[in-house]
């Protein structure tokens, strides 16, 4: 996958995106459904949780059939391949490599023979810490790990190695060993199952079909398939899906830490996560933010997408007329055509523009989700300015993110993090801002309606709710690529925390 020539961040070069969620995950037992369909357009409401590698796994009952590539998921999928998936009980997935690289071997559902010769196939939103632990195990049964790319292969191979024991019997004995963020979706040839880490860290839900049962990573997916929401999968919860019903069992204590970025950027705005929809929580956040930075000025723009709710609260709380300064092009996304160098130096104007009548003469408040690197915003400002723009004030619906997750979202390092050695100020000089504000943890957490103490706002605040190994054990025999990032990033992130 091209990446270019590194002088651009991910947000300005269209083949480096900013954080990227790990996957979305989809499962459907429905018996007289065409299963395969319900998936591929439950992947498609998911899209946006990752864009490397998209598969389905389907089982008529006798056996399950994987078809999986790389790509997005209208172009892994077409109605030819579709039609050869029969059955009816399937899972899916959409893939953005945390661990493992982005290669068709990563790619999801894995599947493995169990040694009582049935078949598993696994689909995993999160990212695990104890993977040299898992690793360990699955060499002490005697099974190659030479293949195991991923920590979901190697979480696959786990419930696969134990011949004496039902598929759902050996999860309630795997899952609780499992370490890190995860939410599961897994079958058999008969049975559907779901799983959420003891955190629930990374969402999962559970929808009901006239004739069958739905899971899926957002309650968006549930509504592109018909689904009415039935509730979340609770943290530390089991489910079981087959002809005698549905089953819950419980493999952990619930501690719940969900995570706050999905309120802020990776959640689509349509979906709703603990009772909270989302849309309107970034509102709300606009809102705040205007009260906590207000300034003078004609007119509040948003970056779009991900800047348009809290604009629109911003706007609204502070009197200041709403309006579009930028335009985007909805086409710019994964592409295999490099661009020429005289087009990649004009950076982020592959994706945005701006609307130069209206921008011409006026003091605009421009919103943005968040700044990571800070090159996006450094364009905006110049953009804007040389559009016309008299002053240029950017608030931020999110606070500035100082540390790296390893629970499933794709920052960048902490030497990348502008928030690491720059102050406010500092940051609003470097991307030539007027003005620059951030909103607080606090008023983010309140616009979520959930207490601090059931969120995960480690990007944000440095604590982290599931105990990180030793930077040396994370991946150590078995994942190179991302896992050993994240090893190098974990010992900057205690050198800096003790100084």
């Not at 947000?11 to 499962?27: H, I, K, M, N, S």
């Not at 056996?63 to 030819?80: H, N, S």
């Not at 300064?325 to 005289?342: C, D, E, H, M």
Request: glycine share 10%; hydrophobic share 40%.
């Amino acid at each position: 996958m091209p990446r270019g020539d590194g002088r651009l961040s991910h947000e300005l070069d269209p083949y480096r995106p900013g954080p990227q969620d790990a996957c979305g995950v989809f499962g459907v037992w429905s018996p007289g459904e065409d299963v395969a369909k319900l998936t591929y357009f439950g992947l498609y409401a998911l899209q946006h949780r990752g864009q490397e590698a998209a598969g389905i796994a389907v089982s008529d009952g006798s056996g399950v059939v994987v078809y999986k590539d790389l790509g997005l998921v209208a172009q892994v999928f077409d109605e030819p391949t579709l039609a050869s998936l029969r059955g009816y009980l399937a899972i899916g997935h959409t893939r953005y490599s945390t661990t493992g690289g982005s290669t068709w071997e990563n790619s999801q559902p894995t599947i493995q023979a169990t040694t009582a010769g049935t078949t598993i196939a696994l689909a995993h939103n999160g990212n695990l810490v104890n993977t040299a632990d898992m690793a360990r195990k699955v060499t002490d049964l005697g099974l190659d790990t030479r293949g195991a790319s991923s920590d979901t292969a190697l979480v696959t191979m786990l419930l696969a190695a134990r011949p004496d024991m039902s598929v759902e019997a050996a999860a309630l004995e795997v899952l609780p060993t499992i370490q890190g963020a995860f939410s599961f979706v897994f079958m058999d040839e008969t049975t559907l199952y779901a799983a959420r880490d003891a955190h629930g860290v990374r969402p999962l839900v559970l929808g009901r079909l006239e004739r069958g049962w739905v899971v899926a990573s957002e309650t968006a997916a549930l509504d592109i398939v018909g689904a009415t929401v039935v509730r979340e999968v609770e943290p530390g919860e089991l489910l079981a899906i087959d002809e005698h019903g549905l089953r819950s069992s419980r493999f952990a204590t619930p501690e719940p830490k969900g995570c706050l970025f999905e309120y802020v950027y990776l959640a689509r705005p349509d979906s709703t996560i603990s009772g909270r929809n989302i849309y309107a929580a970034r509102v709300e956040v606009g809102r705040r933010l205007a009260k906590e930075h207000p300034v003078e000025a004609d007119l509040v723009i948003p970056v779009p997408e991900s800047g348009t709710p809290a604009a629109i609260g911003y706007a609204e709380a502070s009197g200041i007329p709403y309006g579009q300064g930028l335009t985007k092009n909805a086409y710019v996304g994964r592409t295999f055509i490099q661009p020429s160098q005289t087009i990649r130096q004009l950076g982020i104007r592959l994706k945005l523009n701006p609307l130069r009548e209206n921008v011409r003469g006026k003091r605009l408040v421009v919103v943005d989700d968040t700044i990571v690197r800070g090159n996006t915003q450094r364009a905006i400002v110049r953009m804007l300015r040389e559009a016309g723009a008299l002053e240029v004030h950017v608030r931020i619906s999110a606070p500035p993110v100082l540390w790296p997750c390893f629970y499933g979202i794709d920052f960048a390092t902490r030497a990348e993090l502008i928030a690491t050695g720059l102050d406010n100020d500092g940051i609003r000089k470097s991307i030539g801002a007027d003005s620059l504000g951030f909103v607080s943890l606090a008023e983010l957490t309140a616009a979520t309606e959930q207490p601090a103490s059931r969120l995960c706002r480690a990007c944000f605040d440095g604590t982290y709710p599931i105990e990180l190994p030793a930077g040396n054990l994370i991946g150590k025999h078995v994942l190179e690529g991302t896992a050993k990032r994240a090893a190098t990033e974990q010992g900057e992130m205690v050198g800096s925390k003790s100084t």
